[in-house]
């Protein structure tokens, strides 16, 4: 199985700042890379795929880049919505394996 | 627009079956490919699995072979799971999602809200 790796685990950080997010495959996955927002109680909510492709109705705030193993999810001014955990997941090969999560709260 | 609903919370005991389910609306279900994913308490997502439009077949994850049968009534348009043996391990949340595939591209665009299942004795 391909594993997935991601950090930080968790982070603070203030509405308006930056934050990036680091996702990591075991292998190389192309850009078979997924991004997805959960909030508490809430089922997850595709954010970006294809590694840099924005879901249709999210906010330009979000971005992903990344191919192969390494890849960048960056929020460019965190708003009060965004405070959330972020799973990466690939879909390069069965099983399709998702990160641990980033939980990103408020500082 | 495609919605899916998913049945209600389920108790079971170890060593029994539960079988979820989730009605889509929108679409026929032969025009999606749905999958599953399960989420235990306070931890992260885990595939179970779905049907894949390149092979045409559903595929499981080894972990649940065996154990976990996926499939599909389209005469209501709904699609079950249904999971074996259970363990309290097996205490989750279950939701369906739609998949979509294309060249390079495959995700699950949009998910039911989910099905809380508790094993316990």
Redesign the interface.
Known sequence: DIQMTQSPSSLSASVGDRVTITCRASQTISTYLNWYQQKPGKAPNLLMYGASSLQSGRSSRFSGTGSGTDFTLTISSLQPEDFATYYCQQSYRTPFTFGPGTKVDIK | QVQMVQSGAEVKKPGASVKVSCKVSGYTLTELSM?W?RQSPGK????MGGF?PHEGET?T???FQGRVTMTEDTSTDTTYMELSSLRPEDTAVY?CARA?FGE???????????TLVTVSS
């Open positions: 999958h994913v992260g997502l885990e595939w894949d595929v994850a080894q972990k939701y979509r390079f591209l495959r995700y699950f665009d949009l998910w039911g809200r989910g």
